[in-house]
């Protein structure tokens, strides 16, 4: 990648990313200080390894990873079937487990990457002909398919967060592709039909006993309603400046729960104050608004679909795992990307921010500015 090159790559992106890391291995420290920092340890070499990684993404050309997409695409399928055949932890099914614990990936993570440069190559070859053709129903079935196969695996695992993600993405590629109103009015239409049918009859008795937490957790204090009273008690007690590092009643006590994952938000709520939270909020925001601004300025049509998805994903993760931690969003287990422990989900986010900067390092004319 030559100076010119570089001068037009979106540096926001990876640090305002560092950024966020850094505040979650603060958070993290405290969080699992208890616990002799293990995760603290674990997050910090996962860290290294996906800034190195994000760096070898950078130097190659996205629209090699899109043209290899097709394989990269089968080897997820793979493993996301092989995954069922897992012992389940916490009752999914989600992760692949070596060297007696001493590490784990996910699958449904990695294949975030796969699925959306898949799509991205999918949806930009179908429109070679006119961007009308993605509208063509048979074309159009054949994306929702290449969509379909990964989700159902997932949801089978079973991890619907993960799932909504991939939805996330997917609206917002076939969106920006140019997707006819006819089958967006459809769709809203199935979805309102579709919902108390999938809530009355499909879902699992967890996931409802999920949504009617959101709806009152106060109706079960010290059950189901318990976390996301304990989280809410926690952001609230953090105020404005916080309470301190190590010094969070509902951290350092054990309220928290699992605090240093899906809870990581209330942690820096609580001992970081609003000032830090607020500013976790906005580092999202500006990682999403760039991230769509690389959509916005990238002539290659493949390379607008890719940052788009790639936005998605981002954007769903920051609003689910925020608003869940405030009682906003129903509780999904969906980490806080570049905060939240986890080796699966950091390294898949800075190979994400890698795609990103390789994109922008390229834009002329975007697509969009026509």
């Known amino acids: 990648m030559n100076i010119k090159r570089l001068r037009k790559v979106e540096w926001w992106i990876p640090l305002c990313a560092l950024i966020l890391s850094g505040i979650g291995l603060v958070a993290l420290f405290s969080a699992s200080y208890d616990s002799g920092l293990d995760e603290l340890k674990k997050q910090t070499m996962w ?8 760096i ?52 449904a993570e990695f294949s975030k990457v796969s699925v959306i440069l898949f799509l991205s190559y999918v949806i930009s070859l179908i429109q070679r002909k006119g961007r009308d053709q993605i509208n063509r129903i048979p074309k159009l079935l054949l994306v929702v398919l290449i969509l379909a196969v990964p989700l159902g695996l997932i949801i089978i695992e079973p991890d619907y967060g993960t799932a909504a993600a991939y939805i996330m993405a997917f ?4 969106f920006v592709a140019g997707l006819d109103k006819k089958y967006i009015i459809s769709a809203l239409i199935i979805i309102v039909v579709a919902v108390p049918l999938v809530y009355q009859f499909v879902l699992p008795e967890h996931a409802k006993t999920r949504i009617e937490t959101f709806l009152n957790p106060e109706a ?9 009273l304990q989280s809410k008690l926690a952001i609230g007690a953090g105020q404005i400046t916080g309470m301190g590092i190590l010094k969070g009643n ?36 500006i990682i999403i608004t760039k991230s769509i601004q690389v959509a916005k300025g990238i002539k290659d049509e493949a390379g ?27 509780i999904t287990g969906v980490p806080l990307l570049f905060v ?13 921010v890698g795609i990103l900067l390789n994109i922008s390092s390229q834009r002329k004319n975007g697509m969009f500015n026509k």
């Open 304 to 330: 607008a679909y890719l940052a788009t998805g790639i936005s998605g994903i981002f954007l769903f993760h920051a609003l689910e795992n925020i608003g869940m931690t405030m009682g906003l969003l129903p």
């Open 171 to 174: 609206v917002l590629m076939i």
């Open 56 to 107: 070898i993404v950078m130097l190659i050309d996205y629209k090699i990873l899109i043209k290899i997409s097709p394989v990269l695409y089968g080897i997820s399928i793979i493993s996301l079937i092989a995954v069922l055949f897992t012992e389940a932890i916490n009752g999914a099914k989600s992760w692949f487990v070596i060297a007696d614990g001493a590490f784990s990936f996910q699958p």
């Open 220 to 228: 079960d204090p010290r059950g189901a309603g318990y976390n996301v």
């Open 340 to 352: 939240s422990y986890g080796g699966s989900s950091m390294l898949t986010s800075f190979i994400f």
């Open 47 to 54: 860290i290294v390894a996906s800034v190195v990684m994000m």
């Open 250 to 285: 509902q951290t350092q006590l054990g309220y928290l729960y699992p605090k240093t994952t899906d809870f990581i938000f209330s942690v820096i709520g609580e001992e970081m104050g609003f000032i830090v939270a607020g500013g976790v909020i906005l580092l999202n925001v």
